[in-house]
């Protein structure tokens, strides 16, 4: 990232929960107030806000964080990882000192709610849905059944690799006290579970919930007086490859973050042997695997075997998703994993701890658009 | 209590010409009279070579499955009677990568097979909405 260096010094969660009964502006009041007392910063500290999900500006005010030097509000985009690097550029530019990014995200009606009618999903872009909805396409479990079907076609992947992502998952999750289901899963389990667009089942799909979720960026300098380690960013990018209609996309299991990870290994000096854990998007559980193989984690199309081999795992080659993942913290839309990747380059994520962590990698979206960010220990 | 309707498009004129053709038992597709490129979805430019001079033209209905997926949950009062049902992506055989999402029908989910060859049929949905939807090629 050229400019300043810029670091992570505060991350923060709303209290997270299945139809919290909050709003949007207490999950950012609290996912903010939980970041800024991990850095030791206070409101007048922060001069930038970015988010995705409410309001950046009103979110400021609320707080006491005013006058703003920098603000934006990300409309659909690759989930947390746009208002993280908007806020992280901000920061290298001088143009904030110490910037706030959220992520808000608030559960969506289920499909029972959706069936009855009178509710419907939010629509995702301008009149395209008009060549999806007539079809029965209505939900994004159907453009991530479509994606992962070609991926199984393509690729050495099974849907019992699919399971043991999903077991290996909820292990991690037994370790994370901020995890909302940690009881034990069995591969049986998984594929017991219901598809809902075959071959897509309910557990490879992310944990819906309300989240706040709030990561501050400031410089390298800055972060050397603040209260936690520093982590620093090393690099980061975002791609996008296509329009926001998933299903026309022309090569389903080659996405966007095949694109993402070349620009984002062309700004560093880092390569992908360097990485002590990834974190990496599981909205759908094979957006994870798609970015395994992205990265240059795994070898190309073999993201399945190197999850049942145990490779993600702690002391596998590439301990991934080691929070357990959205599919068991909850949809906080990939907020969480830069914060899993910033813990763990702490060294404080306790019994589910990466030994020696110094470089983690994390991740998010899939398809037409994603963003990658490296972060190192300081 | 009144039948469920399916959910209409809501048109303008760069869309209307793919869904009367529909309408009419046509598949229909923008095209670029510029360079010849289809387009779909339809835009009011072409991303090839930046023209604006776009009609629509009738294609040969003629594609390949080139992924699908079983749909097992609703989430549309219309379509609860009718889950599960197939929603697949048909690469059509006018250009590489041009896909068309769609639904198969007259095939069961276990006998779809990838890049099975499949063409065009209409479906009424309501007297407004008839939908292009796609059957295997008998061999």
Redesign the interface.
């Known amino acids: 990232m050229s400019g300043r260096r810029v670091a992570i010094v505060g991350v923060g969660y709303s209290k997270v929960g299945r139809h919290s009964g909050l709003s949007e502006r207490h999950h950012a009041a609290q996912a903010a107030l939980a970041a800024l007392a991990d850095a030791g910063l206070s409101v007048t500290d922060v001069d930038g806000a970015t988010t995705w999900g409410g309001d950046a500006i009103d979110f400021a005010h609320m707080l006491g964080i005013s006058p703003l030097r920098w603000h934006l509000n990300v409309g659909v985009s690759p989930a947390f990882i746009s208002p993280a690097v908007h806020a992280a550029l901000a920061v290298a530019a001088g143009h904030s000192e110490v910037c706030m990014a959220w992520r808000i995200m608030m559960q969506q009606p289920s499909?029972a709610a959706?069936?009855?009618?009178g509710v419907?999903?939010g629509a995702p872009s301008m009149?395209?849905t008009?060549?999806?909805?007539?079809?029965?396409?209505?939900?994004p479990?159907?453009w991530a059944?479509?994606?992962?079907?070609?991926y199984l076609?393509e690729t050495d992947a099974t849907e019992e690799h699919f399971a043991e992502f999903a077991v290996t998952q909820r292990g991690y999750a037994a370790l994370n006290d901020d995890a909302l289901q940690r009881e034990p899963l069995t591969v049986e389990g998984f594929l017991d579970a219901?598809?809902?667009?075959?071959?897509?089942r309910l557990l490879d799909c992310d944990y819906p919930c309300d989240s706040g979720s709030a990561v501050i960026f400031t410089t390298e300098e800055r972060a050397r007086d603040l209260r936690q380690p520093a982590v620093l960013v090393e690099a980061s990018a975002l791609s996008a490859i296509h329009?926001m209609?998933f299903?026309?996309?022309?090569?389903?299991v080659r996405t966007s973050p095949a694109h993402c990870a070349e620009v984002l290994w062309s700004r560093t000096d880092l390569t992908p042997a360097d990485v002590d854990c990834a974190q990496l998007y599981d909205g759908f559980s094979f957006i994870t695997f798609q970015w395994l193989e992205a990265l240059g984690l795994c070898p190309p199309g073999m993201a399945g075997p190197f999850v049942a081999a145990g490779e993600t795992r702690l002391g596998g080659a590439m301990p991934t998703n080691t929070d357990g993942g959205a599919c068991n913290v909850g949809r906080r839309h990939g907020a969480n994993f830069c914060i899993e990747a910033t813990r763990q380059l702490r060294g404080h994520c306790g019994p589910r701890q990466v030994a020696g962590a110094e470089v983690a990698v994390w991740a998010n979206a899939v398809g037409p658009f994603s963003g990658a960010m490296l972060l190192t220990r300081g | 209590m009144e039948p469920p309707t399916p959910p209409l498009p809501i048109t303008d004129a760069l869309t209307e010409p793919f869904w009367a053709g529909a309408r009419a038992g046509r598949l229909v597709i923008q095209r670029c009279r510029g360079c010849g490129l289809y387009i779909h979805l339809p835009r009011p430019v072409c991303r090839r070579c930046q023209s604006d001079d776009l009609g629509h033209e009738e294609v040969s209905g003629r594609g390949t499955v080139y992924s699908f997926t079983e749909t097992r949950k609703a989430f549309h009062p219309f379509f609860v009677e009718r889950v599960p049902y197939l929603v697949a992506v048909i690469d059509l055989e006018e250009q590489p990568g041009l896909h068309l999402l769609s639904n198969l029908v007259r095939v069961a989910e276990p006998d779809v097979r990838f890049n099975m060859a499949v063409r065009v049929a209409f479906e009424e949905l309501s007297p407004e909405l008839t939908i292009p939807v796609f059957e295997p090629v008998p061999a």
């Open positions: 499909s959706l069936a009855a009618g419907t999903l009149s395209d008009q060549f999806a909805y007539p079809f029965g396409d209505f939900s479990t159907q059944g479509l994606l992962m079907n070609r076609h219901p598809y809902i667009s075959k071959p897509l329009n209609s299903e026309t996309l022309p090569d389903m």
